[in-house]
């Protein structure tokens, strides 16, 4: 059975830092293209990070670029978003994804960014920055 569980989120001032953990289930982990989307109220949802398992080749919004940093650990098939200098516009429910066993990126397409590409998703974490 296909699983995604998010786990991480909180509550943190601005300028401080959370940890996001995305845990797959194995077919849904390997050779896959898994990504971090938000969505703030009354905001559409937005891409964040995406990560390819086979290879780790990393893609991020300009809007984190530099503080989010998004990594695997193979063993635990777990995908992370590391978040530093975190500010009250990242305050949003946080959500993983996973593609249907495709790449993040095809021929200059940007699939990670798009939300109709991936096949699975979590229930989500809320993270909460306040100034």
């Known amino acids: 059975q296909v699983q995604l569980v998010e786990s991480g989120g909180g509550s943190v001032q601005a300028g401080g830092s959370l940890r996001l953990s995305c845990a797959a289930s194995?077919?849904?982990?390997?050779?896959?293209?898994l990504g971090w989307f938000r969505q703030a109220p009354g905001k559409e949802r937005e891409e964040v990070a995406a990560?390819?398992?086979?290879?780790?080749?990393?893609y991020y919004a300009d809007s984190v670029r530099g503080r989010f940093t998004i990594s695997q650990d193979n063993a635990r098939n777990t995908v992370y978003l590391q978040m530093n200098s975190l500010k009250p516009e990242d305050t949003a429910m946080y959500y993983c994804?996973?593609?249907?066993?495709?790449?993040?990126?095809?021929?200059?397409?940007?699939?990670?960014?798009?939300?109709?590409?991936?096949?699975?998703w979590g229930q989500g974490t809320q993270v909460t920055v306040s100034s």
């Open positions: 994804a996973a593609r249907g066993g495709g790449v993040c990126l095809l021929f200059g397409r940007r699939l990670w960014e798009r939300g109709d590409a991936y096949k699975y």
């Open positions: 194995g077919s849904t982990y390997s050779s896959n293209c």
């Open positions: 990560i390819y398992t086979s290879g780790g080749s990393t």
